[in-house]
């Protein structure tokens, strides 16, 4: 296993551990223990703390190391700020090429969501909208743009979790998910635009009342 091989699963699995709350909010990222945990050296989980350094994830404390970010509203709105700005302009250029195939195989992705929030695993369904959401931007063929879009999305992981965590919330996001497929098949920008800023909207406020508690 090449280094780098090794600290892009050390940063997916800390990631994971991050959205899914097993590391939750303030909590102090035990390097020693979570490497003997993961079964590799301090080396790539150093790198892959300083990768989720970036993206706001943790923060690190001179003589005191590194702790997971606590959650914030107003950083949660900014980041999606950024994202609606981002994703009208992702899906205005992907919408009107699109094909019939491209929009099958979203709804494909649709359905996985909805499978996935039946089982109640809060990281099985954030990976499922992940892949449901990112298959209507990579039509835009746009790669920088979407890799800017991917990495707003990481940073807000552990928001989601929360977001993911209410049964109420799950049946709002595949309603709201079934919308956007339909307006999909119209190849209507104009409403896709407006439902996924509603659908974003959706998510803040509901994530805003719980960590504003």
């Keep these: 296993m090449s280094t780098l091989t090794a ?48 993206e706001g994830q943790v923060v690190y404390h001179p003589h005191r190391g590194y702790f997971v970010a606590d959650l914030s509203v107003s950083d949660l709105v900014e980041v999606y700020r950024i994202r609606a700005l981002l994703e009208e302009e992702a899906l205005t250029v992907a919408i009107p090429m699109m094909t019939d195939e491209d929009v099958d195989f979203i709804e494909e992705m649709s359905n996985d969501v909805r499978i996935a929030s039946v089982s109640g695993d809060v990281s099985a369904i954030t990976a499922a909208n992940r892949r449901f ?54 190849r209507d920008v104009e409403t896709s635009i407006r439902l996924q800023a509603t659908h974003r909207e959706n998510s803040v406020m509901a994530v805003s009342k719980v960590i504003s508690r």
């Design 7 to 54: 600290q892009e699963q050390v940063l997916r699995e800390v990631r994971n551990q991050i959205a899914s709350g097993v590391l939750k909010a303030g909590q102090q990222v035990k390097q020693d223990t979570l490497a003997t945990e993961l079964g590799v050296s301090r080396v790539p989980l150093r790198e892959a703390l300083k990768v989720l350094e970036g």
């Design 133 to 186: 959401h990112f298959a209507m931007f990579e039509c835009s063929n746009m790669p920088r743009l979407v890799r800017i879009i991917r990495t707003l999305w990481d940073s807000t992981d552990a928001y989601r979790s929360v977001y993911m965590s209410s049964t109420i919330n799950l049946e709002h996001m595949n309603d709201e998910h079934a919308q956007m497929v339909a307006a999909l098949r119209q």
